[in-house]
T-cell receptor
Framework: EADIYQTPRYLVIGTGKKITLECSQTMGHDKMYWYQQDPGMELHLIHY???????EKGDLSSESTVSRIRTEHFPLTLESARPSHTSQYLC????????????FGPGTRLLVL | AQKVTQAQTEISVVEKEDVTLDCVYETRDTTYYLFWYKQPPSGELVFLIR??????QNEISGRYSWNFQKSTSSFNFTITASQVVDSAVYFCALRGSARQLTFGSGTQLTVLP
């Protein structure tokens, strides 16, 4: 069973605001990921981390930034939210033992007005 | 480059019918992993199964079964005696040497009572 948490679950915010989406996991996984997904559509990787102080951009260009100061925590920040950022953001983690099944959090649904 | 194709965008069945979700993949890697995830309306992705490229045994778990055929690069998923609670979007995914998951575009399954 996955122990990965995301807050907030839902967020409605105005254009230009700075937001941080929180993701934490209690499984001690080295690797963490952020995906962006429009409702019912495919997932796009926007950021990933293979360990503390390691972050990389994913396949989909994103204006968001991430940090990995602690193993269990992988927050995503948007400095200035825009309506085009409206989407669902899913966080995932996996271990480093070759099989690397990714376990997902419940997601954050973001609406930027 | 890796690619996962789920040609069925939407499927509707009546409860108790069997249904098969198709997944076809492309990869040049000889070692890779295939996954199925379920995404119910609540939004989280639920891990269902992982299969590695060296294990072509079919697997059955309750009403779920998976048919992996390397010869046709397919990893199909069958639900027997479908139930309304099976209604969800189902994603097939592939991980090869690139170490990132490549997702298909998903199949929306609707099970009608």
């Amino acid at each position: 069973e996955a122990d990965i948490y995301q807050t907030p679950r839902y967020l409605v915010i105005g254009t230009g605001k700075k937001i941080t989406l929180e993701c934490s996991q209690t499984m001690g996984h080295d690797k963490m990921y952020w995906y962006q997904q429009d409702p019912g559509m495919e997932l796009h990787l926007i950021h990933y981390s293979y360990g503390v102080n390691s972050t990389e951009k994913g396949d989909l260009s994103s204006e968001s930034t991430v940090s990995r100061i602690r193993t269990e925590h992988f927050p995503l920040t948007l400095e200035s939210a825009r309506p085009s950022h409206t989407s669902q953001y899913l966080c995932a983690s996996s271990n480093d033992r070759g099989r690397e099944t990714q376990y997902f959090g419940p997601g954050t649904r973001l609406l930027v007005l | 480059a890796q690619k996962v194709t789920q040609a069925q965008t939407e499927i509707s069945v009546v409860e108790k019918e069997d249904v098969t979700l198709d997944c076809v993949y492309e990869t040049r890697d000889t070692t890779y992993y295939l996954f199925w995830y379920k995404q119910p309306p609540s939004g989280e992705l639920v891990f269902l199964i992982r299969r590695n490229s060296f294990d072509e045994q079919n697997e059955i778990s309750g009403r779920y079964s998976w048919n992996f055929q390397k010869s046709t690069s397919s990893f199909n998923f069958t639900i027997t005696a479908s139930q309304v609670v099976d209604s969800a979007v189902y994603f097939c995914a592939l991980r090869g040497s690139a170490r990132q998951l490549t997702f298909g575009s998903g199949t929306q399954l609707t099970v009608l009572p």
